[in-house]
Each structure stands twice: as C-alpha cells, then as structure tokens.
C-alpha cells in the first residue's frame, strides 16, 4: 500500500503537536513495510520519499491562507499513483480533497484541531480564516474516513460538523517515543538557561496562542509561593496582540519575583527533554486542545503534569495519579474561553501549589505517568490502528 501524508509541518520545521504525529507516524509506518510518501511545506528535504513544496514564493503579497492552497494544488497533482491520501490540519485538508478527487483514492483526514474553535485566529489571518474554515469543512464532510485523536476531539469534530456520520469518525490517539522521551539525568542545559537547580521550578512549552492558555498562567504563577521558578519554552506568537499581552504580562511577573525565565527561540528535542526531566511540574494552561501530545513528552520525563481539564487532556493525564487537572467552565460556542477568567487562573494556582508542596507526591505522579506512556501510547500501536482506518475506508 501506498500513503501519501500531507502536511505543512515535517521535520526540521516542526512548531506544533501536529508536526510532532505526522513525524513519527510516518516512521511506525514504514516500519510497518507501509510505502509512506510524505508531501510538505517549506524547504527541500534530505530524507528519501519526502517532497517539499516551497511556500514562500507562491501568489507573493496574496493573503496567506490562499498561498496555502495554491501549495495544496501542487500537493494534490504530485499524489498520483497511490492508494489513499491522509491529510493533517487545514494546511493540507484541500490537498487531500482535491487529491481524492483527481484520482479517484480515498481520503482520510486526522483532525489536531478545528477552525470553528478557534476563531481568534481572524485576528491573524483576517478574510483567510473564512477560507480556511471553508477548506476543513469541505475535506471533513468528503473525506472517506476522519481520525480524532482523543474521543474528546470526536465530540467536537460530530458537534462542529453534524452532517457527517459518525462511523466514519474514529478515535486514534496521538503516540510517544519513550525511548527519546525519557528522564535526562544532566543539567548542562537547565543550568545555562538561568535555572537555579536548589528552588522547584514549573516549565511551560508551546506556542505563544489563545488556545494555549499562557496568560492564564501568567496570572496565575503571581499567586505562586516565592521561592518557586517558572521556566516558560514560548515562542512564535500568532499576532502581535498576543506577544505584546504575553511580554507585559511577564514583565511585570518578572518585576514581582525572581526566577521568572523566558526562553523565545526553539529548542532542541534534546534540550527539552532536560528542561522536562528536572521540573517539579509540568503546566498545560490550555483552553483548546483536542489531545496535548507535550502532556504525553512531560509524562515520558517522569514529571508531573498539571492540566486543564478541556478537550482530550483527561483521556491522558489521570487525575490524581499522572498529575492534577484544572476545573474550568467555558463559554458556548467552542473557543475554549473560561466563563471566568479569575476564577481559572487562580485555580490554576491552587492546583500547581499542590504538587510544589509536596516533592514525594510529584516525584509519585511522574513515575506514574512514565508508566501510563509506555503502556498506552507507543507509536507502533498507532500505526497498526490508523492502517486499520486506511483499510476501513477503501485503500
């Protein structure tokens, strides 16, 4: 069989948990003897059987979203010969629909999210996000088979989208390399970055973006007690609204507390990892988040997880055990907006100030989800059940 997986993220370019699946789905499934074609954004690629498409010169001073589908049509022609195309986020959802339609093979669609849940995302793309909503909403309601990677995110993909028929919807969870994901016992890196190894420390690792929450934390780590650090890994904010919000937010943490530590640029893998592997805790602030695969990387580090409680989340981090997860009521209509603002960052506080005051129980709930990622979520086993999805829809 033949796949052709479409994306605009793929190693070295990777920025988001979406980037992260569609990179080690494409290795466990050529482990599988699967030939695995992998269609791209950006620039050429090394790795054999991966084709980029150069988005930086297509319709110059066109309005990104249709840059992106004008990339997606280049994509599209390119997949003839395969068996099925199996697209990810909306960046190659009318890649995969247009594909489907050229030659005549199924289309499977894995929903990492959905444009009706984030709007504010017409802040960065102004009369684009219409178009975007309109890709994802066209692929999803054509495809053959759509992929949710939390049941969570089925919910909201049958709620966003009622035409579709919910046998078509599948659940297959994203996955963890436990091998790479493991405990760093060295402190080069941690140490470098500011970090003074004697205090406990929270660390914080995603995208500056509504639907990661990093303003809520923010208030919330005022209520934290003083001797503990925040280490935040937050960069590529989507607009500047929300960088100027985030900078001033920090900066008047920073003139409040000491150990307030920002770190803008991408990290490696590698230096993640350590910065992961010696928190006393994790923390996913999250209003929107259809899985969180960062909760799975921190659980693999043996460190505990504190999350709000929306989206996929509790069908990872198990309340208790792997961590805590943060109560929040959101207003209707699926941006993820707390009803009250105050209320979530200040249980947000009170949830982190658990796990710092108790080492034993911390160090308990990492080891506990170093377990449940080794027994639930390894790569292989997502492979074998998105083949199953492939089959199911005709490939």
Not at 2 to 17: M, Q
Not at 26 to 34: D, E, F, I, M, S
Not at 267 to 289: G, R
């Amino acid at each position: 069989m033949r796949v052709d997986l479409l994306t605009r993220e793929y190693p070295p370019a990777v920025y988001g948990g979406a980037g992260v699946h569609v990179e080690y789905l494409t290795r466990a499934l050529r482990a599988t003897g699967t030939d695995v074609q992998v269609r791209c954004f950006g620039a050429p690629r090394d790795e054999a059987g991966t084709t980029a498409y150069d988005d930086s010169s297509v319709l110059p001073g066109a309005n990104a979203a249709l840059r992106t589908m004008a990339v997606d049509l280049a994509m599209a022609s390119d997949c003839a010969g395969t068996d099925v195309v199996h697209s990810h986020t909306w960046y190659a959802n009318a890649a995969g629909h247009v594909a489907s339609l050229l030659h005549g093979v199924p289309h499977v669609v894995t929903t990492h999210s959905l444009e009706p849940h984030r709007p504010w995302k017409a802040e960065q793309l102004g009369g684009g996000y219409a178009l975007s909503s309109w890709v994802e909403k066209t692929a999803l309601e054509a495809a053959a088979a759509v992929i949710s990677v939390s049941a969570g995110m089925r919910r909201d993909v049958l709620d966003a989208y009622p035409s579709l028929d919910p046998d078509k919807v599948r659940v297959v969870y994203n996955g963890i390399d436990t091998g790479l994901y493991a405990p760093d016992p060295a402190t080069d890196v941690v140490e470098r970055l500011g970090v003074d190894l004697s205090r406990p420390y929270v660390t914080f690792v995603g995208r500056i973006t509504r639907q990661k929450g990093l303003p809520y934390l923010l208030r919330a780590a005022e209520h934290l007690d003083p001797d503990v650090q925040l280490l935040l890994l937050a960069g590529a904010p989507d607009t500047p609204e929300i960088a100027a919000e985030v900078e001033g937010l920090v900066s008047r943490l920073q003139e409040s507390r000491s150990g307030v530590l920002w770190v803008q640029e991408m990290l490696p893998k590698e230096q993640v990892i350590q910065v992961l592997t010696h928190a006393t805790v994790f923390v996913c602030p999250s209003i929107y988040e259809p899985m969180g695969i960062v909760n799975l990387e921190a659980m693999a580090c043996e460190t505990a997880v504190v999350a709000t409680a929306t989206g996929g989340i509790p069908e990872v981090v198990q309340d208790g055990t792997s961590g805590l997860l943060v109560p929040v009521e959101q207003v209707a209509g699926g941006t993820g907006t707390p009803v009250d603002p105050e209320q979530f960052a200040h249980d947000l506080a009170e949830r982190l100030g658990e796990v710092l005051a108790d080492p034993g129980r911390a160090r308990a709930m990492g080891l506990a989800g170093r377990q449940r990622a080794v027994d639930a979520f390894s790569w292989s086993a997502v492979a074998e059940q998105t083949l199953e999805v492939y089959r199911s829809a005709g490939a």
